[in-house]
């Protein structure tokens, strides 16, 4: 059962608007949160992590972590042509072995 | 600093055939992830290796993948035998302890016919 649930599958926002993703995890012990973001053709990359209730902004990144509901967002503000891309929440276990686990993604398209 | 490392970029292979993927982790780091990628299963964790020693061999890929890791710096999946089911991209991943970042390599692109 996939421990991480993220939404929408995809999104289209035009040139320097919003653009927001969501990530729920199922399981309790799933507390500590990873933005990743894959263009075509390459590997992953981490954007940013979020371990602590409330925002954390890097740029035109903000992230949010609401650990009673075990939700997570990403907001990317006045989004570029270059930020379309597949983005992946993922999620740190805090017990047994750390386990890593990665949700299905949501592809967006940054229309110019 | 060297990101990771995956060779070759693409591969295809005929079925029934055997493939060795290879991977360079980031200096220091102390665990590996391999990782196979489709557009309908997303994700799907295929090794866990902590300090060379493996930790999750992801279950239902054991019969036919087999990773490891030769020293700190070097890593590979061997597929054998291949079937087409198994094109896919194939990703390492690395990061300084388990619970860190994971910083990936570009992926090899799997085709098998």
């Known amino acids: 059962q996939q421990k991480v649930q993220q939404s929408p599958e995809s999104l289209s926002v035009p040139e320097g608007g919003m653009a927001s993703f969501n990530c729920t995890s199922s399981d309790r012990n799933f507390q500590y949160f990873w933005w990743y973001r894959q263009h075509s053709g390459e590997g992953p990359k981490a954007l940013m992590?979020?371990?602590?209730?409330g925002d954390k902004k890097e740029g035109r990144f903000t992230a949010h972590l609401n650990k009673a509901s075990l939700h997570v967002s990403l907001h990317i503000r006045d989004s570029q042509p270059s930020d379309s891309a597949l983005y992946f929440c993922?999620?740190?276990?805090?017990?047994?072995?750390?386990?890593?686990?990665f949700g299905a993604g949501t592809r967006l398209k940054v229309i110019a | 600093d060297a990101g990771v490392t995956q060779t070759p970029r693409h591969e295809v292979a005929e079925k029934g055939q055997t493939i060795i993927l290879k991977c360079e982790p980031v200096?220091?780091?102390?665990?590996l992830f391999w990782y196979r990628q489709t557009k309908i299963q997303g994700l799907e964790l295929l090794s866990y290796?902590?300090?060379?020693?493996?930790?999750?061999d992801g279950g239902a890929f054991k019969d036919r993948f087999k990773a490891e890791m030769l020293n700190s710096s070097f890593s590979t999946l061997k597929i054998q035998p291949t079937e087409p089911k198994d094109s896919a991209v194939y990703l390492c991943?690395?990061?300084?302890?388990?619970?860190?970042?994971?910083?990936f390599g570009p992926g090899t692109r799997l085709l098998v016919l």
């Open positions: 991943a690395s990061s300084y302890r388990g619970r860190d970042t994971q910083y």
């Open positions: 290796f902590r300090s060379k020693s493996l930790m999750e």
């Open positions: 993922a999620a740190r276990s805090n017990t047994g072995n750390y386990k890593y686990v």
């Open positions: 200096s220091g780091h102390n665990d």
């Open positions: 992590s979020i371990f602590s209730d």
